[in-house]
């Protein structure tokens, strides 16, 4: 390791040793040759201290590739690669948002692409169909540049506004309610100082915290850098002694961190991110009155290196922490523009940022190793964070933003279970609530206001479209909802954004199982049971499918099927979370009768049907009443925090009070899966009336 030739505030690994400097990764990338040398990238020395310290002599001269020009279409951006390249690597170099679910492996089948000109040579696949392959389709992952290259982002690829749970003006104004009391971490304090005289020789820094504790700041547990100190002179006087003194207020003490000449504006702009696998919610909120001034969703960029934190977390190990952080980074501060432009505000006056997240999104966003979490005994670097500043993370707002960082309970529990009760409240109250939160992933937390247990089910990114072949987000052009006629078996779809459907998202794939169960299109086993002569039934492949909607009713101009195999993904995702309630129950000594609400949150929970979700066993055969909807917990949970000292504390708290269960070695947890790897389960007499409308 050594420190960056051009930045020498960076570690690095990499290092030129013909010239003997390191480099950090950024100027690595580059494309300026006078940052070091512009032959770096076919250098054979270039890793040198990567490939163990051999002699460079022993290292054979490697002959300097082809660079091809590759240009995405419809919005003609191109890249430079060189040959060889695959069209994933050069969607990532591109900046391209390209969902990548199984992260190169090429078994998902997700990242297609149209190739219109141009030489490229491509792994052979099952998962395109003879048709897709006539049209010139291919999979990203599986295809390598030979030389300048025109692609086309396909319609069912391309990343349409995403559809967020939480995020109505209702919701918003019922937020603000719940805040008593604005009490930021960052404030702005305007002074006015007197000047000094012969009578009143103190030094500036005394004269300082003398008028902040006249002004009633507790100046006994506060700091001041030696960044602040240096400019305190030249502040005090620039402005005829009046001046806006930056004060963190820390856990146990506060922090002066900046001093400027005059009195700035007082407005003052906050920062909540819900940062999730999939996708990003941001809330730019005034730090006066609480009002959410603009709230803008987004995918994560992450989503071209797989669906799923493990992906990520390999994703990391292989290429490096920096890229997953830039890629989420590039979101996030993407969001944030958004939002200032919308309402107008200056990003140099927020000081206030909260993020909530999952743990390994915690970690790749602020460039924390991730490794050990996917690693027996699962142990996320970092749990509880100190206050940080935007500029150290990279965030696009004022530089010495305070930024609050959820804390994780454990590596598969994170922030945003812990912003998930902020704003549910179940730890504050005492009916025994199931909380349950279905997005990438699912987690479970179960308890009231004396104790509480989490667990996380690994649930798989099936309700967010993964692993299956038409699954989608909830974003324009999905099907959210399905329901069958009995007798032609023709389903009616509506569909996000009101258009013609594209794919399916979790909502509508739990209506269509649900419906096909209850219209005996397929059996509690998930095998189809349809006349195969009916129009609907279609053969893909070896596999048993049913058309939801035809070519010619789709702005894919394709059929949307939903095979066997999509069936059996849900069957394993839903029965991984109905395992993950058994096995909380009966670590506590309890069963479902003695629950007395089932909160539900996550990405679609705003939309989920519940009675359908208790006809495929998702949710347990109880009265209806006991459930609840609320939306996008995470982001709500990371407002109040950002409003509340109060809320920041009891973040801490609640994290540290979880029991976590781990299911990952849980012998219990694999037999009760098994057993729920039916329509609804193999124990129909836990779902009743399920049980009898599939006899009726
Ligand atoms: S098949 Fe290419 S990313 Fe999965």
Redesign the pocket.
């Given at each position: 390791m050594g420190k960056c030739a051009n930045h020498p505030d960076r570690e690095t690994s990499y290092m030129c040793m013909k010239h003997d400097k390191y480099m950090c990764e950024e100027c690595l990338e580059c494309p300026d040759p006078e940052i070091h040398c512009k032959f770096r990238s076919s250098c054979p020395v270039w890793f040198m201290d990567k490939r163990g310290g051999k002699n460079i002599d022993d290292i054979p001269d490697k002959p300097e590739k082809n660079r091809f020009k590759v240009v995405f279409m419809p919005d003609n951006k191109d890249v430079l690669v060189e040959e060889n390249t695959t069209l994933?690597e050069a969607v990532q170099a591109a900046d391209i948002p390209l969902?990548?679910?199984?992260?190169?492996?090429?078994?998902?089948?997700?990242?297609?692409l149209v190739v219109e000109s141009g030489m490229v040579e491509s792994a052979p696949?099952p998962?395109l169909n003879d048709e897709e392959k006539r049209k010139k389709y291919v999979?990203?992952?599986?295809t390598t540049v030979q030389g300048d290259v025109t692609v086309k982002i396909p319609e069912e690829v391309l990343e349409k506004k995403l559809r967020i749970a939480g995020t109505g003006k209702q919701v918003t104004e019922e937020l603000k309610g719940m805040v008593k009391g604005i009490s930021p971490m960052l404030s702005r304090i305007p002074l006015e100082l007197n000047p000094p005289t012969l009578e009143d020789s103190i030094s500036d820094l005394d004269r300082l915290n003398r008028c902040l504790k006249k002004s009633g700041v507790d100046i006994d547990r506060m700091n001041i850098g030696i960044k602040a100190m240096r400019g305190l002179a030249g502040a005090m006087r620039g402005e005829d002694w009046n001046v806006t003194v930056s004060v963190v207020k820390k856990k146990c003490s506060s922090e002066v961190l900046e001093v400027v000449p005059g009195n700035l504006p007082a407005n003052s702009f906050g920062i909540a991110v819900d940062v999730g696998t999939t996708s990003i919610v941001v809330y730019l909120v005034d730090m006066e009155n609480g009002s959410i001034l603009a709230a803008t969703s987004g995918h994560n960029r992450q989503a071209a290196c797989?669906d799923d934190v493990i992906n990520r977390i390999v994703c990391a190990e292989k290429d490096g922490v920096s890229k997953l952080s830039k890629m989420v980074l590039s979101t996030i501060n993407g969001l944030i523009n958004e939002a200032i432009n919308s309402a107008d505000v200056d990003r140099e006056q927020i000081d206030n940022v909260v993020i909530s997240g999952n743990t390994t999104m915690t970690h790749l966003l602020l460039g924390i190793e991730p490794r050990h979490i996917r690693r027996d005994p699962y142990i996320p670097s970092v749990s509880s964070f100190p206050i940080l500043r935007a500029e150290d993370i990279g965030l696009k707002v004022n530089p010495i933003a305070a930024v609050f960082v959820m804390p994780s309970p454990a590596s598969y529990v994170g922030g945003d279970i812990v912003a998930g009760l902020l704003y549910t409240g179940l730890h504050r109250e005492e009916p025994l609530t199931m909380f349950i939160d279905v997005g990438t992933n699912g987690e479970i937390v179960l308890g009231n206001r004396d104790w509480l247990m989490a667990a996380s089910c690994s649930a798989g990114p099936a309700f967010e479209g993964g692993g299956v072949r038409w699954g989608m987000r909830a974003e324009e052009g999905a099907i959210e909802k399905v329901s069958i006629d009995p007798e032609t078996f023709n389903p009616v779809v509506t569909v996000v954004g009101d258009t013609l459907p594209r794919g399916i998202c979790g909502s509508g794939m739990i209506d269509l199982i649900s419906e096909m169960l209850l219209k005996k299109i397929i059996q509690p086993n998930g095998k189809f049971s349809i006349d195969s002569t009916h129009p609907r039934y279609i053969k893909s492949g070896d596999e048993h499918a049913f058309i939801v909607a035809f070519a010619n009713e789709t702005s894919v101009e394709r059929d949307i099927i939903f095979t066997e195999s999509d069936i059996d993904n849900i069957i394993r995702s839903k029965g991984a979370v109905y395992a993950g309630f058994m096995v909380l129950l009966n670590q506590a000594g309890m069963d479902f009768s003695m629950v007395d609400r089932v909160i539900i949150t996550g990405g679609f929970g705003q939309f989920l049907d519940i009675d359908k979700a208790v006809t495929i066993g998702l949710l347990p055969d109880i009265e209806r009443s006991k459930f609840k909807y609320m939306g996008n917990s995470s982001i709500a949970g990371a407002y109040m925090a950002l409003l509340s000292e109060k809320y920041r504390k009891e973040a801490i708290e609640v994290s540290n009070s979880m029991t976590y269960i781990d299911f990952s070695s849980n012998n219990e947890f694999m037999d009760e899966f098994t057993s729920a790897l039916f329509l609804p389960h193999t124990n129909m007499e836990a779902f009743p009336n399920v049980k009898a409308a599939i006899v009726r």
């Amino acid at each position: 390791m050594g420190k960056c030739a051009n930045h020498p505030d960076r570690e690095t690994s990499y290092m030129c040793m013909k010239h003997d400097k390191y480099m950090c990764e950024e100027c690595l990338e580059c494309p300026d040759p006078e940052i070091h040398c512009k032959f770096r990238s076919s250098c054979p020395v270039w890793f040198m201290d990567k490939r163990g310290g051999k002699n460079i002599d022993d290292i054979p001269d490697k002959p300097e590739k082809n660079r091809f020009k590759v240009v995405f279409m419809p919005d003609n951006k191109d890249v430079l690669v060189e040959e060889n390249t695959t069209l994933l690597e050069a969607v990532q170099a591109a900046d391209i948002p390209l969902n990548a679910s199984c992260n190169g492996k090429g078994v998902c089948g997700k990242c297609k692409l149209v190739v219109e000109s141009g030489m490229v040579e491509s792994a052979p696949t099952p998962l395109l169909n003879d048709e897709e392959k006539r049209k010139k389709y291919v999979l990203a992952c599986q295809t390598t540049v030979q030389g300048d290259v025109t692609v086309k982002i396909p319609e069912e690829v391309l990343e349409k506004k995403l559809r967020i749970a939480g995020t109505g003006k209702q919701v918003t104004e019922e937020l603000k309610g719940m805040v008593k009391g604005i009490s930021p971490m960052l404030s702005r304090i305007p002074l006015e100082l007197n000047p000094p005289t012969l009578e009143d020789s103190i030094s500036d820094l005394d004269r300082l915290n003398r008028c902040l504790k006249k002004s009633g700041v507790d100046i006994d547990r506060m700091n001041i850098g030696i960044k602040a100190m240096r400019g305190l002179a030249g502040a005090m006087r620039g402005e005829d002694w009046n001046v806006t003194v930056s004060v963190v207020k820390k856990k146990c003490s506060s922090e002066v961190l900046e001093v400027v000449p005059g009195n700035l504006p007082a407005n003052s702009f906050g920062i909540a991110v819900d940062v999730g696998t999939t996708s990003i919610v941001v809330y730019l909120v005034d730090m006066e009155n609480g009002s959410i001034l603009a709230a803008t969703s987004g995918h994560n960029r992450q989503a071209a290196c797989g669906d799923d934190v493990i992906n990520r977390i390999v994703c990391a190990e292989k290429d490096g922490v920096s890229k997953l952080s830039k890629m989420v980074l590039s979101t996030i501060n993407g969001l944030i523009n958004e939002a200032i432009n919308s309402a107008d505000v200056d990003r140099e006056q927020i000081d206030n940022v909260v993020i909530s997240g999952n743990t390994t999104m915690t970690h790749l966003l602020l460039g924390i190793e991730p490794r050990h979490i996917r690693r027996d005994p699962y142990i996320p670097s970092v749990s509880s964070f100190p206050i940080l500043r935007a500029e150290d993370i990279g965030l696009k707002v004022n530089p010495i933003a305070a930024v609050f960082v959820m804390p994780s309970p454990a590596s598969y529990v994170g922030g945003d279970i812990v912003a998930g009760l902020l704003y549910t409240g179940l730890h504050r109250e005492e009916p025994l609530t199931m909380f349950i939160d279905v997005g990438t992933n699912g987690e479970i937390v179960l308890g009231n206001r004396d104790w509480l247990m989490a667990a996380s089910c690994s649930a798989g990114p099936a309700f967010e479209g993964g692993g299956v072949r038409w699954g989608m987000r909830a974003e324009e052009g999905a099907i959210e909802k399905v329901s069958i006629d009995p007798e032609t078996f023709n389903p009616v779809v509506t569909v996000v954004g009101d258009t013609l459907p594209r794919g399916i998202c979790g909502s509508g794939m739990i209506d269509l199982i649900s419906e096909m169960l209850l219209k005996k299109i397929i059996q509690p086993n998930g095998k189809f049971s349809i006349d195969s002569t009916h129009p609907r039934y279609i053969k893909s492949g070896d596999e048993h499918a049913f058309i939801v909607a035809f070519a010619n009713e789709t702005s894919v101009e394709r059929d949307i099927i939903f095979t066997e195999s999509d069936i059996d993904n849900i069957i394993r995702s839903k029965g991984a979370v109905y395992a993950g309630f058994m096995v909380l129950l009966n670590q506590a000594g309890m069963d479902f009768s003695m629950v007395d609400r089932v909160i539900i949150t996550g990405g679609f929970g705003q939309f989920l049907d519940i009675d359908k979700a208790v006809t495929i066993g998702l949710l347990p055969d109880i009265e209806r009443s006991k459930f609840k909807y609320m939306g996008n917990s995470s982001i709500a949970g990371a407002y109040m925090a950002l409003l509340s000292e109060k809320y920041r504390k009891e973040a801490i708290e609640v994290s540290n009070s979880m029991t976590y269960i781990d299911f990952s070695s849980n012998n219990e947890f694999m037999d009760e899966f098994t057993s729920a790897l039916f329509l609804p389960h193999t124990n129909m007499e836990a779902f009743p009336n399920v049980k009898a409308a599939i006899v009726r």
